[in-house]
């Protein structure tokens, strides 16, 4: 497929068009750079003055698309210029070729460019005067500095400017993407952190009422079904208080509802007792210390959890639960009886969301967590075990 030539920029039209028209005024005001009898003229005469200045007025239609190739054919029409008596405008504009050159070329260009101009200005001043001894030599290289140099110089701060606005640009761009990344990141975080808590808050009372109520339902026996009844109060009671708590963190208002203290471990005597209200036969059994609250706070919701999937799905038997401190970490384990005297299937419905909750929990304090059935010799078990580091140092 052929590519398609680059058209010249609307400016650089205008341009064009602009020296274009400028040099024929000068021209058909007959002005001119040099009078006819001076020895440099070898092409008297006003109609030699078109050429080049049609040729430069050319080259300005390339200063964006070829610069480097307008320039030289500009040196060329300059060259012929000076060989006539001269047109203003021919020099104007092949000093705006050196200024596209140094702003619109390739930055090594531009520095070749610059440094040829510089060592032209420094010979055409010094060369001419050893030669002539006159100071009006000095202008020779006055005249090669302004028409070279001078524009060379202008591109290449212009070029710095924008090559910085370019670079400011970009790395503003870059830093809004990387506030929306990590934007992104952190309400990603807080969905996966609330969603954590809202079933650790709420899964354990319905999962007891969820239960509880089908015994009511199954059991022809007012004093059970009266039993039950009062577990589903309570449960629900805790649970709609547990809700309203977390409704008013996520709310942040000044209102009469107050956000909870995070869980301790020093709560784990009323869950424990809980889970036995719920039927539950649960044995705790603890050595620890005071604990940074981030370790406390996973280790009571992974005791939870574990007590609400026993609830759930265990048969019946004894619960242990068991948290060991060691030197630098928190054994927590919990084991529940696996097997069908229950029934056949789950006392109440789960999502699996308990377990992805409890791992996501420990993988916030870099520690290690398991969760499957066990043979011990108790007979078969569900045992979840997570190892919670207290300090910065990884455990065993």
Not at 78 to 98: I, K, P, R, S
Not at 245 to 261: F, H, K, M, N, V
Request: hydrophobic share 45%.
């Amino acid at each position: 497929m052929a590519t398609r030539r680059p058209r010249p920029h609307r400016d650089d039209v205008r341009i064009a068009l602009a020296g274009l028209i400028g040099g024929l005024l000068f021209w058909g005001t007959g002005l001119s750079t040099r009078p006819a009898t001076e020895d440099f003229v070898l092409w008297p005469g006003r109609w030699p003055l078109l050429l080049p200045l049609a040729v430069t007025a050319g080259c300005e239609l390339l200063r964006r698309t070829h610069p480097r190739t307008g320039l030289l054919i500009g040196v060329a029409a300059l060259a012929l210029d000076t060989v006539t008596q001269g047109n203003l405008v021919t020099v104007l504009m092949f000093t705006d070729l050196v200024y596209a050159v140094v702003l619109y070329g390739p930055a090594t260009s531009a520095r070749r460019l610059l440094w040829i101009s510089g060592l032209l200005t420094v010979l055409g001043t010094v060369v001419p005067f050893a030669i002539w001894r006159m100071p009006e030599a000095l202008l020779i290289g006055v005249i090669i500095g302004v028409v070279t140099f001078t524009p060379g110089a202008t591109g290449w701060v212009v070029r710095n400017h924008r090559d910085a606005a370019e670079a400011a640009h970009l790395r503003a761009e870059q830093t809004a993407l990387l506030a929306e990344i990590d934007r992104t990141q952190a309400v990603t975080a807080e969905r996966a952190r609330m969603a954590r808590e809202l079933h650790d808050l709420v899964a354990n009372h319905l999962s007891a009422i969820a239960i509880h109520s089908t015994a009511a339902l199954s059991l022809d026996d007012p004093d059970t079904s009266k039993q039950a009844l009062g577990v589903i109060r309570e449960n629900s009671v805790e649970g709609l208080a547990e809700m309203r708590r977390l409704i008013g963190i996520l709310r942040d208002s000044s209102g009469d509802t107050e956000p909870a203290a995070a869980p301790t471990l020093d709560g784990l005597g009323s869950l424990v007792d809980q889970a036995r209200a719920n039927g539950l036969d649960v044995g705790l059994d603890r050595t620890h210390t005071a604990l940074p609250a981030p370790v406390e706070l996973a280790a009571y919701r992974i005791v939870q959890e574990s007590l609400t999937n026993a609830l759930k799905h265990a048969s019946t038997g004894r619960v242990t639960v068991g948290l060991v401190q060691r030197e630098h970490a928190l054994d927590v384990r919990v084991t529940s009886p696996l097997g069908g005297a229950r029934g056949d299937g789950p006392r109440a419905p789960g999502s699996g969301a308990g377990l992805v909750g409890m791992r996501e929990r420990v993988a916030l304090l870099r520690g290690t967590f398991e969760a499957g059935p066990d043979d011990g010799t108790d007979g078969r078990t569900w045992t979840v075990r997570a190892t919670l580091p207290i300090t910065e140092g990884e455990t065993e």
